[in-house]
């Protein structure tokens, strides 16, 4: 049946009273966790902190939470705890952008201040309502035992909204946590045809990963409908951020499957991973499968993907790059821990699998002084060609004519310096792309490599994204991706070319740098 924290009547002055009095709770929150936040912000070193990707200021953050386009700006909320660089108790962070390059710092958003919400402000997404304001559905967590999940936890889905999309009004409970779920989390809402839909996901008490369909007329009083879909893998316990989007003529649903399963092949070998299906849904039925589970990217760290619809009808998602099983090297000493994608562009192909490019807008960052271009050129075996120096943040689009190269891989050394780099390479051997971080050089944590399949005959086209500590890799249309945190050692780093056994003939490539995105300098 519905359920709602909020009476329908006509508040009283006894009501409006409590709603003050929650006000001034969650202010006192917000403004505790803006102090811890630029305490650690004087302890942050910069050494891999991102120049073009959304970052917390200092802190932890994981998913990203609330993509809109409201009042002319984007808004990008996320996961985050700002006292600490590992992952603690949740709030929201903002940042804004009206163009999806240059961002600007917001308030924190969200903190813990209801006993709903006591123990973290949990991943939930954002709708313009109505009547214009901005309404945002989060889960609410509450350890059971007041401390930890070894007592269990109490998850539900709560309501607060906005009339500017930087402060924010609290609404409470709007779903509780149903009988037959042990985790329940992560809302993402849509409207559709009058009505407002939610998934989330959920972990039925038989240990089945599923995600739950919700309808509801106001945002307010919610109804189940049924359980959209259950994972087939009886290992997937848990369904993490879900999300269900139309894209041509069909549906997607995208979410991170919990797994007990040992990794095997090239596919799920990270502690957290992310993936979609496409498929035919219709209002109240269940989404019904037209093509099998495919990974969202290849790479390290890519996460929690959520998505939005642009002014212009473009698809836009962005994942988390980060993970919760081995400690980055930022966590360390370097007061900040994790950050988000570029925004990507998505797309459906015939053979219905999704495309993700880098959007347009951030051609914009391009710094045109400087970049190198190679034209019709080869490249003869064993040598190794210094394309950029001493540069921290650049984008390469590369394309080799695979018939005219013999060198067994055609290498891009990226983070490149005195003691190693990241290694972008095809493998002719395997038909695959590889992003290799184990000679990267920089602090502790994994290192390891991940491939991509590659299936663009005798034309090999890459983009490749380099931040100071991460690498973004695009294959041909954006057929595949692979999405890595990559720390390099300490001093300048460089970009360069190499073949191995063979020639690389080059057919073009763009070698530029990147200029950063933030509107203001942190300090």
Same mark, same amino acid.
């Given at each position: 049946?519905?359920t709602?924290a909020?009476?329908?009547?006509?508040?009283t002055a006894?009501?409006a009273?409590?709603h003050a009095?929650?006000?001034?709770?969650?202010?006192d929150?917000?403004e505790r966790?803006?102090?811890?936040?630029t305490?650690l912000l004087?302890?942050?070193?910069?050494?891999w902190?991102?120049?073009f990707?959304?970052?917390?200021p200092?802190?932890?953050?994981?998913?990203?939470?609330?993509?809109i386009?409201?009042?002319?700006?984007?808004h990008?909320y996320?996961?985050?705890?700002?006292?600490?660089?590992?992952?603690g108790?949740?709030?929201w962070?903002?940042?804004s952008?009206?163009?999806l390059?240059?961002?600007?710092?917001e308030?924190l958003?969200l903190?813990?201040?209801?006993?709903a919400?006591?123990?973290g402000?949990?991943?939930?997404?954002a709708?313009?309502d109505?009547?214009?304001t901005?309404a945002?559905l989060?889960t609410g967590?509450?350890w059971?035992?007041g401390t930890?999940?070894?007592g269990?936890v109490?998850q539900v889905q709560c309501l607060?909204?906005s009339?500017?999309?930087v402060?924010f009004t609290?609404?409470?409970t709007?779903?509780?946590?149903?009988q037959d779920v042990?985790d329940?989390r992560d809302?993402?809402?849509?409207?559709?045809d009058g009505t407002w839909w939610l998934?989330a996901?959920?972990q039925?008490t038989?240990h089945?990963g599923?995600?739950r369909l919700?309808?509801?007329e106001d945002?307010?009083?919610?109804?189940f409908?049924t359980v959209?879909?259950?994972?087939?893998?009886?290992?997937a316990y848990m369904?993490?951020?879900?999300?269900?989007?139309?894209l041509?003529?069909r549906?997607?649903?995208?979410?991170?499957?919990?797994?007990?399963?040992?990794p095997?092949?090239y596919?799920?070998r990270n502690?957290?991973?992310?993936?979609?299906?496409?498929?035919?849904?219709?209002p109240?039925?269940?989404?019904r499968?037209?093509?099998e589970?495919?990974p969202?990217?290849?790479g390290?760290?890519?996460y929690?993907p959520?998505?939005f619809e642009a002014?212009?009808g473009?698809?836009?998602?962005?994942?988390?790059?980060?993970?919760?099983?081995l400690p980055?090297? %930022?966590?360390?000493e370097d $007061?900040?821990s994790?950050?988000?994608?570029? #925004?990507r562009?998505?797309?459906?192909?015939e053979d @219905? =699998?999704?495309r993700?490019l880098?959007?347009?807008?951030?051609?914009?960052l391009?710094?045109?002084a400087?970049?190198?271009?190679l034209?019709?050129?080869?490249?003869p075996?064993d040598?190794?060609?210094?394309?950029l120096?001493?540069?921290?943040?650049?984008?390469?689009?590369?394309?080799?004519d695979l018939?005219?190269t013999t060198s067994e891989q055609v290498?891009?050394?990226?983070?490149r310096?005195?003691?190693?780099c990241?290694?972008v390479?095809?493998?002719?051997q395997s038909?695959r792309v590889?992003l290799?971080?184990r000679t %990267?050089?920089?602090?502790? $944590?994994?290192?390891g490599?991940?491939s991509? #399949?590659?299936?663009?005959?005798d034309?090999l086209? @890459? =983009?490749?994204?380099?931040?100071?500590?991460?690498v973004?890799?695009f294959?041909?249309?954006g057929e595949?991706t692979l999405?890595?945190?990559a720390f390099?050692?300490d001093?300048?780093?460089s970009l360069?070319?190499?073949?191995v056994g063979g020639?690389?003939?080059?057919t073009?490539?763009?070698?530029r740098?990147l200029?950063?995105?933030?509107?203001?300098?942190d300090?």
């Amino acid at each position: 049946m519905p359920t709602t924290a909020e009476s329908t009547a006509e508040p009283t002055a006894e009501s409006a009273a409590a709603h003050a009095a929650a006000s001034h709770v969650h202010a006192d929150a917000l403004e505790r966790a803006a102090a811890a936040n630029t305490a650690l912000l004087a302890t942050r070193d910069d050494r891999w902190y991102p120049t073009f990707h959304i970052a917390a200021p200092a802190g932890w953050i994981n998913d990203p939470n609330g993509l809109i386009h409201f009042q002319g700006r984007y808004h990008v909320y996320f996961q985050h705890h700002p006292a600490g660089t590992d992952w603690g108790t949740m709030h929201w962070g903002h940042v804004s952008s009206e163009d999806l390059v240059t961002w600007r710092r917001e308030p924190l958003a969200l903190a813990p201040s209801l006993e709903a919400d006591r123990d973290g402000i949990f991943s939930g997404s954002a709708v313009e309502d109505e009547d214009g304001t901005l309404a945002v559905l989060y889960t609410g967590h509450r350890w059971n035992n007041g401390t930890d999940d070894s007592g269990g936890v109490t998850q539900v889905q709560c309501l607060a909204t906005s009339e500017d999309g930087v402060r924010f009004t609290k609404h409470g409970t709007v779903i509780e946590a149903p009988q037959d779920v042990l985790d329940f989390r992560d809302p993402k809402v849509w409207r559709q045809d009058g009505t407002w839909w939610l998934v989330a996901g959920a972990q039925s008490t038989d240990h089945r990963g599923q995600v739950r369909l919700y309808r509801s007329e106001d945002l307010r009083e919610w109804t189940f409908a049924t359980v959209l879909f259950e994972d087939p893998d009886p290992s997937a316990y848990m369904l993490e951020c879900p999300d269900l989007f139309p894209l041509g003529d069909r549906w997607v649903l995208t979410y991170c499957p919990m797994t007990t399963a040992r990794p095997a092949g090239y596919a799920g070998r990270n502690g957290h991973n992310a993936g979609y299906v496409i498929g035919d849904w219709a209002p109240g039925e269940q989404f019904r499968t037209a093509a099998e589970y495919r990974p969202a990217d290849w790479g390290h760290t890519y996460y929690a993907p959520q998505s939005f619809e642009a002014p212009d009808g473009r698809r836009l998602q962005l994942g988390w790059m980060g993970g919760f099983t081995l400690p980055l090297a %930022s966590q360390a000493e370097d $007061g900040w821990s994790g950050q988000l994608s570029v #925004p990507r562009e998505l797309t459906l192909g015939e053979d @219905l =699998r999704l495309r993700a490019l880098p959007v347009a807008e951030l051609a914009t960052l391009r710094d045109s002084a400087g970049e190198r271009v190679l034209e019709d050129a080869d490249i003869p075996s064993d040598v190794t060609e210094v394309l950029l120096e001493d540069v921290d943040a650049c984008e390469i689009e590369l394309e080799v004519d695979l018939a005219r190269t013999t060198s067994e891989q055609v290498a891009l050394e990226v983070q490149r310096t005195a003691s190693g780099c990241t290694w972008v390479a095809y493998d002719d051997q395997s038909g695959r792309v590889v992003l290799d971080r184990r000679t %990267s050089g920089g602090g502790p $944590g994994d290192r390891g490599y991940r491939s991509a #399949p590659f299936d663009g005959g005798d034309t090999l086209r @890459l =983009r490749v994204l380099v931040d100071r500590g991460s690498v973004e890799v695009f294959l041909g249309e954006g057929e595949e991706t692979l999405s890595s945190l990559a720390f390099p050692a300490d001093g300048p780093r460089s970009l360069a070319l190499t073949s191995v056994g063979g020639v690389i003939h080059v057919t073009r490539l763009v070698a530029r740098r990147l200029h950063p995105m933030w509107e203001t300098p942190d300090r």
